[in-house]
């Protein structure tokens, strides 16, 4: 059974924090990842996808990559309470169907003013 | 440029009704994919499309549940009878086969 795991929070920061949402995978195969933001009523917004080791940088967000230790992260730096959503990590499912993705249940992120 | 289109949004129905929703996909994407999302079990993947024929439908919970793309922009969801531990958000997603995936704005099905 292939999983995402996250911890489903909530996560709380002070405003003007960094804020670290964190994902384990356990398909060592894996080759692309995804966060996604899901504001509360409303669907998942696609905001950083990665499919390299190291860090990749997008405004406030950076996204990190371990694949030896089956491992992704997201950073948002200065977080704002408009930050405060739920935030879902992806893996492709490698060795499944193509185009397909498996979800983690996400972690809630408030951020206080 | 219009993102995924689903309807209706919000359903309301009785135990044993036919529920039926579509999707409409971004146009050139050529997989949608119909998710079910719970609190208790998060985001699921139902059925799986790819250039209109199913690919995967290991997440439809059971044979109450069916769906039909019969052309490129166009998907149905359906679920017949319907039972009260079917009310959950179903979205409706589309790619261009790589894994970027866009989510249209859920329908709230509540089954009493």
């Known amino acids: 059974q292939k999983e995402v795991e996250q911890n489903s929070g909530p996560l709380s920061v002070p405003e003007g924090a960094i804020a670290s949402l964190n994902c384990t995978y356990s398909?060592?195969?894996?080759?692309?990842f995804f966060w996604y933001r899901q504001y509360s009523g409303k669907s998942p917004e696609l905001i950083m996808f990665?499919?390299?080791?190291g860090d990749k940088e997008d405004g406030r967000f950076t996204a990190q990559l371990n694949k030896a230790s089956q491992y992704v992260s997201l950073l948002i730096r200065d977080s704002q309470p408009s930050d405060s959503a739920t935030y879902l990590c992806?893996?492709?499912?490698?060795?499944?169907?193509?185009?397909?993705?498996?979800f983690g249940k996400g972690t809630k992120l408030s951020v206080k003013p | 440029d219009a993102g995924v289109i689903q309807s209706p949004r919000h359903e309301v129905t009785e135990m044993g009704q036919e529920v039926t929703l579509r999707c409409k996909p971004i146009?050139?994407?050529?997989?949608l994919f119909w998710y079910r999302q719970t609190m208790m079990r998060g985001l699921e993947l139902l059925i799986y499309?790819?250039?209109?024929?199913?690919?995967?439908d290991s997440g439809m919970p059971e044979d109450r549940f069916s769906a039909k793309m019969p052309n490129a922009s166009f998907s149905t969801l359906k679920i017949q009878p319907s039972e009260p531990r079917d009310s959950a958000v179903y979205f409706c997603?589309?790619?261009?086969?790589?894994?970027?995936?866009?989510f249209g704005p859920g329908t709230r099905l509540l089954v009493l």
């Open positions: 997603a589309s790619g261009r086969g790589q894994e970027t995936q866009y």
């Open positions: 398909d060592r195969g894996s080759q692309s």
């Open positions: 990665i499919y390299s080791n």
């Open positions: 992806a893996v492709n499912d490698y060795g499944g169907s193509q185009g397909n993705l498996i």
């Open positions: 146009s050139g994407h050529n997989s």
């Open positions: 499309f790819n250039n209109n024929v199913p690919i995967d």
